[in-house]
């Protein structure tokens, strides 16, 4: 009676579930859903048999009754009373003509309860066995498919991770490429420009030698051609070097335009202002030696008187 009347029903939705999960675990969350399936897949009223005297049998039968409409179970639970004495054989109840009949009555009656019991017994065991067997097959059954379950949502999750990891490296060479991109681009602007040519040396015997210097273009080792225009409108090779931006060659009064070639690309010819570069030369020339002065002229000598 006290069991019964601390009983009060709980409806296990979803959100009760999940908060029993975060509360205490998955472990237990997913004994609760073992416990439901295991009286779930039975389908069938549960008995209960009290055991009550005549004295107390009519208030503890209102406190159930009670206790059921509480809960609102009327029409779930079915009850009955029945007595002990009308369950025992018609044999038992016959009045006894003598020891030994009673006793035979008694033992009849006995063997007959017993084989009844046993009967009973042996069934329930049976059905109890194969619904356990049947619980035990549907826990497998839902124990592979959630471990399939996860699994799946394990190899999605790698599946996303990868994906985004690649989405992110594709990413990252994007902007690389771009930079490079960019970066050329600003290189070979600079190498397309004019380059610079001015006076750079004079020699002892008089030979004068040009600068030319350019922007650097890309590249791992890029090489680099001067050209020079006469009194044509074709080019000649002045000089050719490999990395360098500065490039030394001879002067010539005949020259008119000099450009840099790189691969394909070209750079705006410079035409030569030879005023300013004959200025320049005349700039580095050394100083000519200073003159010594004339030795003094002695006075003249007068005659003799």
């Known amino acids: 009676q006290r069991v019964n009347r601390l009983i009060r029903p709980i409806r296990l939705d979803p959100r009760l579930v999940e908060l029993v999960e975060r509360l205490y675990g998955r472990a237990v969350a997913a004994a609760l859903r073992q416990f439901v399936l295991h009286h779930r897949l039975h389908r069938l009223h549960q008995r209960a048999d009290l055991l009550e005297i005549d004295a107390n049998f009519a208030a503890n039968n209102a406190n159930l009754r009670q206790c059921i409409a509480e809960q609102g179970a009327e029409a779930a639970v079915t009850l009955s009373s029945e007595r002990l004495v009308d369950l025992l ?76 990891r690649r989405e992110r490296a594709a990413r990252a060479r994007e902007v690389r490429e ?18 610079t040519v001015g006076a750079y040396s004079v020699e002892e015997d008089g030979a004068q030698q040009l600068l030319v210097s350019f922007s650097a273009a ?70 000519p030696p200073p003159v010594p002065p004339p030795p003094p002229v002695p006075p003249p000598v007068p005659p003799p008187p």
């Open 89 to 164: 054989p018609p044999e038992a109840l016959l009045p006894a003509d003598d020891e030994g009949e009673e006793g035979e009555g008694s033992l009849d009656g006995s063997s007959v309860l017993s084989e009844e019991s046993g009967g009973e017994e042996s069934e329930e065991s049976g059905e109890e066995s194969e619904e356990e067997g049947e619980e035990a097959a549907a826990l497998r059954q839902e124990e592979e498919e959630r471990r399939r379950r996860q699994e799946e949502e394990e190899q999605l999750a790698a599946a996303a991770r990868e994906r985004e």
């Open 218 to 287: 890309p590249g791992g080792c890029p090489t680099y051609t001067v050209l020079g225009q006469r009194g044509g409108r074709r080019f000649e090779t002045l000089e050719r070097v490999c990395m360098e931006t500065q490039v030394v060659v001879p002067y010539d009064p005949s020259l008119r335009l000099i450009k840099v070639r790189c691969g394909r690309e070209e750079s705006v010819p410079r035409m030569l202002q030879h005023v300013a570069l004959r200025a320049e030369f005349d700039a580095l020339r050394p100083p």
């Open 178 to 195: 771009r930079a490079r991109i960019q970066r050329e681009g600003q290189m070979w602007s600079r190498f397309r420009a004019w380059p």
